[in-house]
């Protein structure tokens, strides 16, 4: 592993019908439309070009903060992906510890997800070996007008036996129902449409 640091800059505006837009101003200005359907677009305004897809990996419903802002963390949008509930324990001090399962090909086999006072704390993917192949950590929650928001989210994923990729996840200036013409940024109509596999 080089030790490199990529640092991006975005701004997420959540509607309470699932409509995401993304717009990152680091490295590059650019702009993501996404909704629960599997709709995406893709604007680079340097380029003045699209991509529009519909798929259904594509889906933002298991997006981070419109997880939380629908309420749905008690199992983080696991049984959307086939996971059963197999086991759980309660701990000391509002620590409830669950164990997920999926047979479905393709899945990883196990799932650990750590709440405490009903808020998660820790997620992990296991292997069937038993090994961790990525773990995440929920942090530093703000207590926002009708929901919690963790306000770093931290992930570990091995790439290798030796290697990992860290990202970590800050979110800040977190408001409510605030009023901007982003929440229905729409694409310029004289944007060209590009393939997603023919992107330059």
Not at 62 to 81: E, K, N, P, Q
Not at 126 to 141: E, L, M, P
């Amino acid at each position: 592993m080089d030790g490199k640091v990529t640092t991006v800059t975005k701004e997420v505006y959540c509607s309470a019908n699932g409509r995401l837009v993304t717009v990152f101003h680091s490295p590059e200005l650019l702009y993501i439309i996404s909704n629960p359907k599997g709709e995406v677009q893709i604007y680079r305004p340097s380029a003045k070009e699209v991509i529009s897809e519909v798929k259904e990996d594509f889906s933002d419903r298991d997006d981070l903060i419109y997880l939380f802002l629908t309420g749905r963390v008690d199992d983080m949008g696991l049984a959307g992906y086939g996971y059963k509930l197999v086991s759980s324990k309660q701990e000391e001090g509002g620590i409830i510890r669950k164990a997920y399962r999926s047979d479905e090909p393709g899945r990883i086999p196990r799932v650990e997800l750590v709440t405490e006072n009903f808020l998660p704390i820790y997620l992990a993917y296991i292997d069937g070996g038993g090994k961790v192949v990525s773990k995440t950590w929920f942090t530093q929650y703000l207590k926002l007008p009708r929901f919690f928001l963790p306000a770093r989210v931290t992930n570990v994923s091995y790439t290798t036996s030796r290697d990992s990729v860290i990202t970590r996840t800050t979110y800040s200036d977190v408001k409510v129902d605030p009023d901007s013409p982003l929440f229905d940024f729409q694409v310029p109509a004289d944007a060209r449409l590009v393939p997603l596999n023919k992107r330059k």
